[in-house]
């Protein structure tokens, strides 16, 4: 079974960092690309990231280029993103996905506020 687990979001100021996780399971990791997928509250599924599966490529969407940056450990079945610089339009429900159309785990809150 696919398993896939995000944690690490929170409440955190303007300006502020944060480094999700994402753990995964019951697939060979190490043999996808991965991405991570945000939903506002109120609107549909915004692409944010996404990562080749050795690592090698990474790709943002203009919204959070220069500010977030997605990693992989496939040693360790996890995907990650370090969020800097954090914007009050950043807050959304983040969630990982093989499938961006199609985030399959519980999903981690982000919330930036003051």
């Known amino acids: 079974e696919v398993q896939l687990v995000e944690s690490g979001g929170g409440l955190v100021q303007p300006g502020g960092s944060l480094r999700l996780s994402c753990a995964a399971s019951?697939?060979?990791?190490?043999?996808?690309?991965m991405n991570w997928v945000r939903q506002a509250p109120g609107k549909g599924l915004e692409w944010v990231s996404a990562i080749s599966s050795d690592g090698a490529y990474t790709t943002y969407a203009e919204s959070v280029k220069g500010r977030f940056t997605i990693s992989r450990d496939n040693a360790k079945n996890t995907l990650y993103l370090q969020l800097n610089s954090l914007k009050t339009e950043d807050t959304a429900m983040y969630y990982c996905?093989?499938?961006?159309?199609?985030?399959g785990g519980q999903g981690t809150q982000v919330t930036v506020s003051s």
């Open positions: 996905a093989t499938d961006p159309s199609k985030p």
């Open positions: 019951g697939f060979t990791f190490s043999s996808w690309t």
